[in-house]
């Protein structure tokens, strides 16, 4: 299976907002509603930022807002901060205890 | 506290093995999926490996299929990655994920271990 498709990197001042899209098939973001989303730093683990499409885990900020749309799915993020500054990774369970992920997106607050 | 804690990663020749241990701790260790995912220098994540809970359904990448073995021990809390015929490109940080309760997801992640396969 391939990758999802995310683009290479986004960027914004404080205070805007940005969205980052993910695209997939028909046969994983869009056949599940368990697609997530994951915050890295260099050098640290990826941290979970959305889950099942659109929750948040306990103590991430709702600045923080996701959505899928046919095989497409999005994170949003808004009021961008200089601590958002990292790669953001999407991902997709595929089925038969399989997950695939986006290539990643470098976040640059200016 | 949910903790994962991955070792064993090293710097070793093509075509030698490496087993990866992850200890787990904070949670009932058996009631999870429990998976594997690599980070290539540079590059992004890369699903590996995943086991059922307690029966031991195992689940490959077609990149590793063959070569990779995941195992568990619940007595010990423990998530293992046996992986033979190591090539360069099997160059990586390994993660250990747990799959979320209830869901598909994948919800927390160790620190991961870095495997360096070179000549």
């Known amino acids: 299976q391939s990758a999802l498709t995310q683009p290479r990197s986004v960027s914004g001042s404080p205070g805007q907002s940005v969205t980052i899209s993910c695209t997939g098939t028909?046969?994983?973001?869009?056949?599940?509603?368990?697609v997530s989303w994951y915050q890295q730093h260099p050098g640290k683990a990826p941290k979970l930022m959305i889950y099942?499409?659109?929750k948040r885990p306990s103590g991430v900020p709702d600045r923080f807002s996701g959505s899928k749309s046919g095989n497409t799915a999005s994170l949003a993020i808004s009021g961008l901060q200089a601590e958002d500054e990292a790669d953001y990774y999407c991902?997709?369970?595929?089925?038969?205890?399989?997950?695939?992920f986006g290539g990643g997106t470098k976040l640059t607050v200016l | 506290e949910v903790q994962l804690l991955e070792s064993g990663g090293g710097l070793v020749q093509p075509g030698d093995s490496l087993r990866l241990s992850c200890a787990a701790s904070?949670?009932?260790?058996?009631?999870?999926?429990m998976t594997w995912v690599r980070q290539a220098p540079g590059k992004g994540l890369d699903w590996v490996s995943g086991?059922?809970?307690?029966?031991?359904?195992?689940y490959y990448a077609d990149s590793v299929r063959g070569r990779f073995t995941i195992s568990r021990d619940n007595s010990k809390n423990t998530l293992y990655l046996q992986m033979n015929s190591l090539r360069v490109d099997d160059t990586a940080v390994y993660y250990c994920?747990?799959?979320?309760?209830?869901?598909?997801?994948?919800?927390?992640w160790g620190q991961g271990t870095l495997v360096t396969v070179s000549s």
């Open positions: 994920a747990k799959k979320m309760g209830g869901s598909w997801n994948l919800d927390y």
């Open positions: 904070g949670l009932t260790f058996s009631s999870y999926v």
């Open positions: 086991i059922s809970p307690s029966v031991g359904t195992t």
């Open positions: 028909s046969s994983d973001v869009g056949d599940y509603n368990y």
């Open positions: 099942d499409v659109t």
């Open positions: 991902c997709s369970y595929a089925g038969s205890y399989t997950w695939l």
